[in-house]
Nanobody
Framework: LVQLVESGGGSVQAGGSLRLSCAASTKFNSRACMGWFRQTPGKEREAVATTAGASTYYANSVKGRFTISRDGAGKTVSLAMNSLKPEDTAVYYC??????????????????WGQGTQVTVSS
């Protein structure tokens, strides 16, 4: 059973920083998508930052503020979030793809998911 365990969510004021971490119970191929999605009530889950091989994706809304990193062992992926805004408030989910290739930004593809961690940014 593959498990992804997230940590690091919480509450912060606008302009502050948080770091999310995700530990996987198994090693993922460096070419497999790993990353972070977020979801707010009534909205679809959206990709925030993902990485696979040499490719990295950031949503336009977080470019320049968020940084994704992945360890060489293929078991941990982190998201450093700086200059947080109230609109970043959401439940953040760690994701790791079950297969290689494909679109790393589509929440509908087969991913393993973490349980989600709440990030709340107050103004």
């Amino acid at each position: 059973l593959v498990q992804l365990v997230e940590s690091g969510g919480g509450s912060v004021q606008a302009g502050g920083s948080l770091r999310l971490s995700c530990a996987a119970s198994t090693k993922f191929n460096s070419r497999a998508c790993m990353g972070w999605f977020r979801q707010t009530p009534g909205k679809e889950r959206e990709a925030v930052a993902t990485t696979a091989g040499a490719s990295t994706y950031y949503a336009n809304s977080v470019k320049g503020r968020f940084t994704i990193s992945r360890d060489g062992a293929g078991k941990t992926v982190s998201l450093a979030m700086n200059s947080l805004k109230p609109e970043d408030t959401a439940v953040y989910y760690c994701a790791a793809a079950q297969t290689l290739g494909g679109d790393c930004t589509s929440a509908s593809r087969p991913f393993y998911w973490g349980q989600g961690t709440q990030v709340t940014v107050s103004s």
